[in-house]
């Protein structure tokens, strides 16, 4: 049985805000931002929803696969971002495109979410349960960050990409001879330095215990934790991905990782000693969307042509958590 993407899409807000615009409100420069993150600007929401975002991603994917809503048999939302915590992100965007024969459920791994949900479409597949899913991650991080800590809020942007993923029955061999479709996957967790990129919800009931719990609600994070950490666990997931499968670093063709700071990417290629050539980079335009940056990548890459039939492809990933994982597939 070979699970194979056969559709993606995205979805990203109107609204453009560029470094300069950010001078505006923090103590920082354009030169600073472009130097330390590789970052130019990013899209922000201005009335666009984690669901709205996620559906209209949705609706591209599907039109990619040549698939109608009501085929769809999954809905799988990444976010850590929703705009409300009942009913689930995947439940308004079964409603919103009428897949109204799919299971929905949401999933929060933070920026690794995308791979997760990759990951768990895939073993619904695998064994049979479904036939296909619509895979999304969807962000609307420009709520959950405190717009006066220069820390944080010059990283992240709103989006959504989408993916859908099919079962077959028959392999799909490419004109270079090999079969297209996942083939393989890693991912974990690091639970105990989790603290080092959090944000807070309500913690306790009101009823019965009475203490303030007025705290900071926005993105808190210690920057060089999970610098230090991406910079190890990445290439070392991707390392542990291709040992599974046999394959060295040369026999891949693109590395799509999580777009979180371009020192970060860097470093992972320096690591694994591979071409930066390989690795695809949109940071600039969007900054780092979460779960939504490895599939709005993709999708782009994939539109633009420069992701072709039979190329093999890296996704990785690395979040609050903290989460990490790689997959390994042949377009
Ligand atoms: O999806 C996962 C999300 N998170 C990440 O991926 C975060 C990973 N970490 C990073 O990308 C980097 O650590 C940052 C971009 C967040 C920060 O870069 P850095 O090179 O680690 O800077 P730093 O925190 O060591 O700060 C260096 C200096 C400090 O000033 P002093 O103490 O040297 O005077 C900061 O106060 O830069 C200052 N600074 C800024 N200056 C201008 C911090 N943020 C800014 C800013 N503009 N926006």
Redesign the pocket.
Known sequence: MTIRITGTGSALPEKIVTNFDLQKLVE??DE??QK??GIAQRRVSTGETVASLAAGACTKALEMAGKAAEEVDLILVATCSPELLLPCCACQVQDRIGASHAAAFDLNAA?AGFLFALNTAQAYLQSGIYKNALIVGSEVLSKLVDWTD??TC??FGDGAGAAFVEAQAEDFVCENGRKSGVECMVQGADGARGMV?SCAERTLNSAFFSESQDGNLFVQ?D??E??KF?TKQVPACIQQALGQMGIAVDDVDWFLL?Q??VR?IESVAKHLKADLAKFPMNIQDVG?M?SATIPVLLDACCRSGKIKRGDRIVLSGF?AGLTYGASVLVW
Request: a positive charge.
């Open positions: 920082t420069s600073w931002i330390r993150t920026c220069r820390g010059i990283l990129l994070m920057g060089q999970v610098y991406a999580h979180a700071n970060i780092n979460s979040g």
